[in-house]
């Protein structure tokens, strides 16, 4: 079983090897690749720091020591904060691209997903703001593959931009054919929406009024038809029912051909759809309804619809909330440029490795197993159980 693990761990360390050392060389005393490793265990087992990365290093001497190369034994504090601090984040977050592939083609074979869906949706570090220096929060965008539970890539905003600007960097770091991508309405470009399908993926696209034009005659033209019951223009409907978390919510979802009179449809490379829906929601016997709509490049297909529709949703309960609520991400005060996205994607990365062991438990419960038990941390670590 050690040389099992043994083998496995040098793959893992592979993916590292081509990841350039910022340290000048007489800072050079501990192992690059092994200072990455112990980061990524680190942070699985519930490190939320460089600080708290050296102090769980230093108590699993006996467990690093079997796997990495330690000539000088663990490294301290600051080997961790001036590594993650000087690596740029596009080279830090290339290295696991390979590493993510192998997870992410595991998790297709294993599944019946046949049209994989990637979400795009941003978030904000409350905490990494920096005013005495004029830092704002880091302000990131990802893709989330909410089929697979992982996320794929990450990029930050600049300071003075916005998503608009990221999203499309973003989607180039992705193997996106085939696949159905999901925006909020920020990303609703004609820009992106023709990325995407030059890509070979199909898109969902939010439609809100910063596409104001565009979304006026979409709610005009499905007012005239819900008159109609939706009668005669190729629509389809779908309709959801559950109950969770003390709601009753109904989804109605309602998909149709784009209207040969849309005005500035031409402008949207592939736009084949739009699309409707409506969540009512009732809890202590009060009623809420929402009802958002999308610009689509699917053909009529309203299940398929319905799913990248709800997948969307998903980013925040899967993704977003694990991240606040397991990671407690906006708590943290790390203000280095580089190195709070660069924790942000071990957070990110590490998240996509607990929700791939299959153990029926939550991902707290997983995070904390990490950190309590060795074997379990390496299980979750080279995606094997025993």
């Known amino acids: 079983m050690a040389k099992q693990v043994q083998v496995s761990l040098d793959e893992i360390k592979e993916y590292f090897e081509s990841l350039e050392d910022p340290r000048c060389d007489i800072n050079q005393k ?67 691209f390979a590493w993510l592939e192998s997870l992410r083609a595991r998790a297709e074979e294993n599944s019946d997903v046949t049209r994989p869906i990637l979400n795009v949706d941003g978030k904000t570090l409350r905490g990494s703001h920096d005013r005495q220096n004029g830092l704002g929060a880091l302000h990131s965008v990802s893709v989330w593959a909410a089929d697979f539970g992982m996320t794929l890539a990450q990029t930050a905003c600049d300071e003075k931009s916005n998503e608009i600007t990221a999203i499309p960097e973003l989607l180039k770091l992705v193997h996106t054919e085939g696949t159905i991508i999901t925006i909020d309405a920020m990303g609703t470009q004609t820009a992106i929406a023709e990325q995407i399908v030059d890509s070979g993926a199909d898109y969902v696209l939010a439609l809100k009024r910063n596409q104001e034009g565009l979304h006026d005659s979409v709610v005009a033209y ?9 009668q005669g223009i190729g629509a389809r409907r779908h309709i959801t029912q559950e109950t969770a978390h003390g709601r009753d919510e109904i989804r109605h979802y309602v998909q149709m051909p784009v209207p040969a009179d849309l005005p500035g449809q031409e402008r949207w490379k592939g736009l084949k759809t739009i699309g409707l829906a409506m969540l009512t929601s009732v809890r202590d016997g009060k009623e809420t309804c929402e009802t958002r709509y999308f610009l689509s490049s699917l053909p009529v297909g309203v299940k398929l619809f319905a799913r990248a529709v709800r997948s969307h949703w998903s980013i925040e309960n899967s993704c977003h909330w694990s991240l606040d609520f397991i990671y407690r991400e906006d708590e943290l005060r790390i ?52």
């Open 335 to 386: 203000r280095d440029k580089f190195l709070r996205e660069n924790f942000a994607w071990l957070n990110r990365f590490t998240l996509s490795l607990l929700k791939q062991h299959p153990a029926k438990m939550s991902q707290i419960m997983k995070r904390r197993r990490c950190g309590w038990s060795d074997s379990f941390l390496l299980e979750v670590l080279l995606g094997k159980t025993t």
């Open 222 to 230: 499905v007012n005239r038809q819900m008159e109609n019951d939706f």
């Open 30 to 96: 501990h192992p690059f690749v092994s200072v990455i490793v112990i980061a990524v265990m680190a942070v699985l087992a519930g490190a939320g720091g460089p600080t708290a990365i050296a102090t769980w290093a230093s108590e699993k001497v006996g467990l690093l020591s079997q796997y990495l190369a330690l000539p000088h034994g663990v490294p301290r504090k600051d080997v961790f904060l001036r590594v993650l601090s000087a690596i740029r984040p596009e080279a830090f977050q290339a290295c696991f």
